[in-house]
């Protein structure tokens, strides 16, 4: 079993920055991806970004050049840094991991609140 609590996020106005952080615990040698994923209201959950235990990195495009996936090892940590946030980022982020691939994820954090005002 994995753990991952997620924090980090807020209320932020349009062009603002946020860290988003997803601590890991438990049986980590078992995951061979991490990925971060939001649900709008009214809208399905999206994967918006992922990085593999290789270091491969995946964005969705509504995100390239905005946000930045990346992970501390040392710390069993990974962050999402998201710049120039739009209102349409508004969303429930959930850090999730993967047993085998990076397209299927088993275990999810509670999610964290991430609120762009306009």
């Not at 753990?3 to 209320?11: A, C, I, K, P």
């Not at 946000?67 to 946030?85: C, E, G, H, M, P």
């Not at 349409?88 to 990076?102: F, I, P």
Request: net charge positive.
């Amino acid at each position: 079993q994995v753990q991952l609590v997620d924090s980090g996020g807020g209320l932020v106005q349009a062009g603002g920055s946020l860290r988003l952080s997803c601590a890991a615990s438990g049986s980590i040698f078992s995951i061979s991806a991490m990925g971060w994923y939001r649900q709008a209201p009214g809208k399905q959950r999206e994967l918006v970004a992922a990085i593999t235990s290789g270091g491969s990195t995946y964005y969705a495009d509504s995100v390239k050049g905005r946000f930045t996936i990346s992970r501390d090892n040392a710390k069993n940590t990974v962050y999402l840094q998201v710049n120039s946030l739009k209102p349409e980022d508004t969303a429930v982020y959930y850090c999730a991991a993967a047993r085998t691939g990076a397209k299927s994820y088993d275990y999810w954090g509670q999610g964290t609140q991430v609120t762009v005002s306009s």
